[in-house]
């Protein structure tokens, strides 16, 4: 992923207002983030632990969302499966809730999806980033890194209000 300003980032929100992407806490050191390992940044906000964001380059155009997380615990005791990198975590996944864009969004539509609670998928997939465990996969690194970004596509779309395969 080629490296984004933060002018570009907040520009980039598909599911909240301009003064909303205008206020929200952005990663301190934009400049020091691994952007050639990256596939999307994603991160937690830490002045409000229950919000997170996630910005990425599809078709040469930056998209970013903004994600919520249950308030309840999200310590899990059994084995979970993040669905954008598919890396298993023991208590390392988080239901992440998106608003829609547009109106639908307005009137308290969302989509949903388990992810890594820590938004590190593209370090996992590159073995980056252990969690402990590693269930063997036939896949090679490409082809993982390939299925993530095709599943990143899918979450953002879905948040657009778009269809999916």
Not at 120 to 142: D, F, K, N
């Amino acid at each position: 992923m080629r490296e984004l300003t933060e002018s570009e980032i907040r520009a980039a929100f598909l599911n909240c207002s301009k003064g909303e992407a205008k206020r929200l806490n952005l990663p301190r050191e934009l400049a020091d983030q691994p952007w050639a390992e990256l596939d999307f940044l994603g991160w937690r906000d830490p002045q409000a632990p229950d919000r997170a964001y996630l910005v990425t380059v599809l078709d040469d155009r930056p998209q970013a969302v903004v994600l919520r997380s249950s308030s309840a615990a999200t310590w899990q005791p059994r084995r979970s499966i993040c669905s954008l990198c598919v890396t298993t975590h023991t208590g390392g996944v988080s239901l992440l809730v998106a608003p829609l864009a547009g109106p639908a969004g307005r009137q308290g539509n969302s989509v949903g999806a388990y992810m890594c609670s820590d938004l590190a998928c593209p370090l996992y997939v590159r073995g980056l980033r252990e969690t402990g465990t590693r269930i063997h996969e036939s896949l090679t690194r490409e082809q993982r890194i390939e299925r993530l970004r095709e599943n990143l596509a899918g979450f953002l779309a879905k948040v657009q209000g778009g269809e999916t395969s």
